[in-house]
């Protein structure tokens, strides 16, 4: 039976001059509640693991905190008819957790609901669909403080936060992402340290990725029992990883960065297993004794979707002698058991992140998510780019971000030529904002945001996206 939440992508395209995308597809833009509401302490939310990071001297870049963000807490209705006049299909966004229950535990804050109720209603009247996800990395510090992600409570708490929010939104929100890129979470914020908690122990970064998985499996049963209609899905952060040469020794390192960046998340949640390279890989770190009997079988309840976020590829090699360690993801505690892999920059054009700019690594990595896991309908959750901006005139002319866009596009375009079920795509991000570690010295949006007067100015990439979506595709080339 067709699922009429998913219109069909294949055999429907138009191979004209222009290329067009499926009728129906969703396309959209994304944000974040910490990168963008700011109102940090108001209508009693409390902190979250990113308040206190960012207050913590030396962890963010200029010790930037959302304290203020974009205060799209205070001008919401006006940043929806932004969307609205930009023709957006759906806006996806996330619940921050310490606003809707503040430190992580009891009963629901009627505030911190009543906005994104406010917020839903708004998107809805302008007729735009609400995609929401429930966890983007802002965990409430009490529970951060009782073990964060590496304690296994932290799981069950995620499921009794999610049922609350399916309470209050449930009856009018259709599409539910648990996770956003619990990679992120477990690699960068307890391996790394780069990110909230910035704690920096490989066994934890292990045991925090299983138990974000754990949640997330929780999560969707109890989604699922109160909400039987929601379309049902998880964020995953996925990068194709490609060996520098040939040689064995590169070809392995690829391998085990495939393993830690990937598989480790793909085969729990559509397979229900972990890959046994991974476990090997990571013998000296853990035993993985943290997995109990059942874990698997939760992880892997059926979704009706997933969302990839794509952003750039990882090239690797084998180590050489006395190689510099590298930065920010690429250091070697973000990759525990993984630590002798040498990433390698090709000298392709990169973002202002330092990103490779690789469009085809969207068609690789959609097309082995379908070919090898799932025919569950994807969706590209998030892709974009920063960029050095500047207002002329009033105007921002970012050729840059809107070139990335295009090229994305036809990346995704080819991936549903290629049979993949694509349904939609979110661009990274409606507006400049928050980016973590990088505080707002990176701009992903398509809106500028001027954070002294907090005027907004569409870019010239927003104006381009409306006219994408306006005739559901591009001009062809
Ligand atoms: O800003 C982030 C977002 O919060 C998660 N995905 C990647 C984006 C760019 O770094």
Redesign the pocket.
């Known amino acids: 039976m067709s699922n009429p939440y998913h219109p069909p992508a294949v055999g429907v395209l138009d191979q004209g001059p222009e290329l067009i995308f499926p009728p129906g597809f969703l396309w959209g833009a994304a944000t974040?509640a910490y990168?963008i509401e700011g109102a940090a302490t108001e209508g009693g939310r409390t902190p979250s693991i990113w308040d206190t990071f960012s207050h913590t001297e030396g962890r963010v870049v200029a010790g930037h905190t959302g304290d203020v963000a974009c205060d799209h807490y205070h001008r919401m209705p006006s940043d929806v008819r932004l969307m609205a006049e930009l023709g957006l299909k759906s806006y996806r966004f996330s619940v921050s957790w310490p606003r809707v229950q503040p430190g992580g535990s009891g009963p629901a804050n009627a505030a911190g609901l009543d906005f994104y109720r406010r917020l839903v209603d708004e998107l809805l009247g302008h007729g735009i669909e609400p995609w929401l996800t429930l966890y983007?990395?802002d965990l409430p510090q009490p529970l951060e403080d009782a073990g964060g992600w590496p304690a296994r409570d932290t799981a069950g708490r995620f499921a009794e936060y999610a049922e609350l929010v399916a309470d209050a939104l449930g009856d009018r929100v259709t599409y539910w992402t648990t996770l956003?890129?619990p990679w992120?979470s477990a690699f960068l914020g307890y391996g790394s340290g780069v990110h909230a908690p910035g704690r920096s122990d490989g066994a934890d970064a292990v045991r925090a990725g299983h138990h974000l998985m754990l949640g997330h499996g929780l999560a969707v049963q109890a989604l699922r029992a109160s909400r039987p209609q929601a379309q049902l899905g998880i964020t995953v952060?996925l990068y194709p990883v490609t060996p520098a040469s040939d040689a064995p020794a590169d070809v392995d390192a690829a391998r085990r960065i495939d393993a830690l960046a990937n598989r480790f998340f793909l085969d729990p949640v559509l397979r229900g297993s972990y890959p046994t390279d991974l476990a090997a890989d990571l013998r000296e770190v853990t035993d993985f004794g943290h997995v109990r009997d059942g874990d698997l079988a939760v992880i892997s309840t059926p979704l009706d979707l997933v969302g990839v976020?794509y952003?750039s590829r990882h090239v690797v090699a084998a180590p050489v002698e006395g190689a510099e360690p590298e930065p920010y993801w690429r250091a070697p505690s973000c990759w525990p058991g993984s630590e002798d892999v040498r990433f390698v920059t090709r000298g392709v054009p990169v973002t202002d992140?330092n990103w490779e700019i690789d469009a085809p690594g969207l068609t690789e990595t959609l097309r082995r998510v379908h070919e090898e896991y799932t025919d569950l309908p994807l969706y590209v959750t998030?892709n974009?780019s920063?960029f050095v901006d500047a207002v002329v005139d009033g105007q921002v002319d970012d050729v840059d971000r809107l070139a990335y866009f295009d090229a994305h596009l036809r990346a995704a375009h080819e991936a549903i030529n290629a049979g993949v079920p694509l349904r939609g795509y979110f661009a990274?991000?409606l507006m400049d904002?928050f980016?973590?570690a990088w505080g707002y010295t990176k701009r992903?949006g398509m809106v500028w945001i001027d954070y002294d007067s907090q005027a907004r100015i569409p870019k010239s990439s927003a104006r381009w996206y409306a006219e994408v979506i306006r005739r559901n595709g591009l001009a062809a080339q």
């Open positions: 974040a990168q983007h990395w956003n890129e992120c952060n976020n952003y992140m998030e974009g920063a990274w991000s904002n980016e973590w992903f």
